[in-house]
């Protein structure tokens, strides 16, 4: 039986369960290379790997999920909140997303990788500057007229109520 066989034979509950399943692994991976540079070189070189390593990711993520969709090269405020729900964390992680006027509002209501690093002990992860690179490079391949702002994300937390908060503002 070849993969696709496999993946046939499954149920939609089943599939269902292996997409978290794959999301859990995908980040758990991402944190592990994170965690083996940060022990060995510490915080400020893994951060550095983190930017570059997002700053090229979040831009292949975000062609594959607006191929998918079958999103026009203008996509909007409304294009973004559909390719935001279809992150491969996106299914893991409790989101809101809100649209007012020309802005779209995205928040993390929670954060695997702050509740596992806080599990282990560990100091959070300061991904600001990696969640500025993230965010505004994904919304800028969704559609070039966005404009990203942090509205709150560690280490510069102005919102207690979530782990994270980005604000889109689509640019006419």
């Known amino acids: 039986m070849n993969n696709e066989e496999t993946l046939s034979a499954l149920t939609k509950e089943e599939l269902m369960e292996l997409i978290e399943i794959y999301s859990k692994n995908w980040l758990a991976m991402d944190g592990v290379w994170f965690q083996s540079i940060e022990r060995k070189l510490g915080m400020d070189e893994a951060m550095y ?55 779209l509002t995205y928040t993390a209501m929670d954060c695997r990788v702050q509740t596992a690093r806080s599990r282990k002990g560990m100091p959070f992860h300061p991904c600001k500057s990696v969640g500025i690179i993230e965010y505004r490079e994904f919304a800028k391949v969704i559609d070039p007229r966005f404009t990203c702002q942090c509205v709150s994300c560690y280490p510069d937390i102005t919102d207690e109520t979530c782990c994270c908060k980005w604000k889109f503002t689509l640019e006419e």
């Open 49 to 103: 790997h983190d930017e570059e390593a997002w700053r090229r990711f979040t831009v292949i993520e975000a062609k594959r999920i607006k191929k998918f969709l079958h999103l026009e090269e203008q996509a909007g405020l409304e294009g973004l909140a559909k390719a935001l729900r279809l992150r491969f964390y996106a299914n893991i992680n409790k989101d809101a997303v809100e649209i007012e006027g020309n802005t």
